[in-house]
């Protein structure tokens, strides 16, 4: 397949792998133990991409968004993440055939996630173990929460290419605007948590209902 981009970044949480039960199942169980309401798994769907600070913030009552109350409920939601993290998530339908088609083209392949890196490196290796990325980023002191495009940039000077040669892609306005910052080629995901009505107004130049649409892009 003669291919016109060279590499591809991708999210995780909501482009590549489903994760949205397991954190919410997480969340819901750590509001729990601290007295709160939990909420429809659904309603993760925009508490998700921004960092673990934010989801939390988010999942919390609207009085009782303090930094007290975030400082109770974080150590709770590591505790039930870390045991179940892996009960329901799994790869989306159609995305161990997009990477093994990457994987054969030749197309070099890296993650970057807003989750943080011990669980993103953790992740990866456990649930997409039969594809080699030359790079997985998640959250770190190094690696700031996008839509801040260092990450992205670091990646694509890291495999000495340009940015026109990458794509990018994932299934939130804050993806959409990291590769535009990083000036990638954004594709925005409408399998992932968010409505492709974010996505476009965040800069996606592509929607893709299936993981084999993207193919067609790379070709020429």
Known sequence: MQVKYRALIS???????????????????????????????????????????????????????????????????????????????APYDGIPELLDTLTSAGIRMAILSNKPHNYTVTMVSRLLPLWSFE??????????????????????????????????????????????????YPIGVLWGFRTADELLSNGARTLVERPADILHLLCD
């Open 11 to 89: 999210d995780l949480d909501g482009t590549l792998l489903d994760t949205l039960e397991d954190l919410a199942d997480s969340v819901n169980i750590a509001l729990a133990k601290i007295g709160l309401p939990p909420h429809e798994v659904d309603a993760y769907r925009y508490f998700v991409g921004d960092g673990r600070r934010a989801m939390a913030l988010r999942a919390l009552p609207e009085d009782r968004r303090d930094e007290a109350t975030l400082e109770m409920l974080l150590p709770h939601i590591d505790e039930e993440y870390t045991r179940r993290w892996m009960d329901k998530s």
């Open 135 to 184: 790079f997985v980023l998640g959250e770190s002191v190094s690696t700031p929460r996008k839509p801040d495009p260092s990450g992205a940039l670091h990646i694509i000077e890291q495999m000495n290419i340009r940015p026109e040669e990458c794509l990018y892609l994932g299934d939130s306005g804050v993806d959409m605007q990291t590769a535009t910052a990083a000036n990638l």
